[in-house]
């Protein structure tokens, strides 16, 4: 075979590639993309030809070692890159991605997309590199972990560690306050970020739930969810091999609106707490409406929580429900009228 029918392979898989990046595609909308961009020729005249070489394609992707599946409608989307590592980076590069990994975690500003950048990032490099980068980020976070109250077990930060690096799901059981009969329960989670709260001076795993079991049986309620380290236990935390995709599940926004009171903003300076944060004009007395968005409503209504009687929730539905629900359950324990 010459060597143009095989750069044309190339370009045809790696098409389809970036087009799976974006977006699940079926087949029709992958070969027209194909097209496009390689020109009109690369699949030919000849229908059923074409439908045989989109195939292979498809075939050499799985062979280089990206896992590409069928779902539903007949649209090919990417689950994994798998074994496909196309880049390589240098040790500075390397150290960069480690530090930008810890500054941008949940809760500073942009960290949603910085993260899922990075991620793609990890995705693309050798796991010889992942493991050199997962080294740099426990250099950067080693001192988080020694002002971190809680007595976390080895066993579970070497097991917390060795899945996140390696973007694996991961199995434990956890001790959580919530449950009032006490008992542990099960969880398996896909592990995406690892934070220092400053606020309650604890190394969370911020992951994404998959599946719970404990003594009233298993259930399936996806969702994202902060688990603290020192409540994980030791005994049968696993490793699993299944791998994490390209790109975290999205997290559900929730709308804030909320009014600070004056000797707040009174210099016109207002903390930005969150993401797509507007600062209203002051009304005739002073106090400044405050529109945004947020991906934590717990952590944000604790936060808004922190300025007491100086600020006021007004907005959205969740928030101010929540809030209106610590509110008078503060009420209940000073034992003050409702």
Not at 94 to 108: C, D, I, K, M, R
Not at 192 to 203: Q, S, V
Not at 238 to 267: G, Q, S
Not at 312 to 329: C, D, Q, S, T
Request: net charge neutral; proline share 7%; glycine share 6%.
């Amino acid at each position: 075979m010459s060597e143009k029918p095989r750069y044309v392979e190339m370009q045809r898989c790696l098409t389809i590639l970036r087009q799976l990046q974006r977006s699940p595609a079926d087949k029709a909308e992958l070969m027209e993309y194909v097209r496009i961009e390689v020109g009109v020729e690369a699949y030919g005249d000849d229908a059923k030809l074409a439908d045989k070489t989109f195939a292979r394609d498809i075939d050499r992707l799985r062979t280089w070692g990206v896992e590409v599946d069928v779902g539903r409608g007949h649209q090919y989307y990417l689950k994994s890159y798998g074994d496909f590592n196309p880049v390589s980076l240098t040790d500075e590069e390397l150290n960069t991605v480690a530090f930008l990994l810890e500054t941008f975690a949940p809760g500073a500003p942009q960290a949603e997309a910085v993260q899922q950048f990075l991620q793609r990032v990890l995705d693309w490099i050798p796991l010889g590199q992942r493991d050199a980068i997962g080294l740099s980020r426990q250099r950067l976070r080693v001192d988080l972990r020694r002002r971190d109250e809680d007595d976390i077990a080895p066993v579970v930060q070497t097991a917390v560690d060795k899945a996140y690096n390696e973007r694996r799901r991961l199995r434990f059981w956890y001790l959580s306050p919530g449950q009032a009969d006490g008992a542990p329960r099960r969880h398996t989670v896909e592990p995406w970020y690892l934070h220092f709260d400053t606020m309650r001076r604890h190394l969370y795993l911020d992951a994404y739930r998959l599946h719970v079991s404990g003594p009233l049986g298993e259930w399936s309620q996806p969702r994202w969810q902060k688990y603290r380290l020192g409540r994980i236990l030791p005994d049968e935390i696993e490793v699993l091999p299944d791998k994490l995709p390209p790109m975290p599940p999205k997290r559900p926004r929730h709308e804030l609106e909320y009014l600070l009171a004056p000797e707040i903003a009174r210099l016109g300076e207002v903390s930005r707490h969150f993401d797509d944060m507007t600062v209203h004009p002051p009304d005739e007395e002073g106090w400044v409406r405050v529109t945004a968005k947020t991906d934590d409503l717990f952590t944000a209504v604790q936060m808004l929580l922190g300025y007491g009687a100086r600020c006021r929730v007004i907005g959205g539905a969740a928030a101010r429900k929540m809030m209106e629900e610590n509110v008078l359950a503060m009420l209940k324990l000073y034992k003050l009228p409702a």
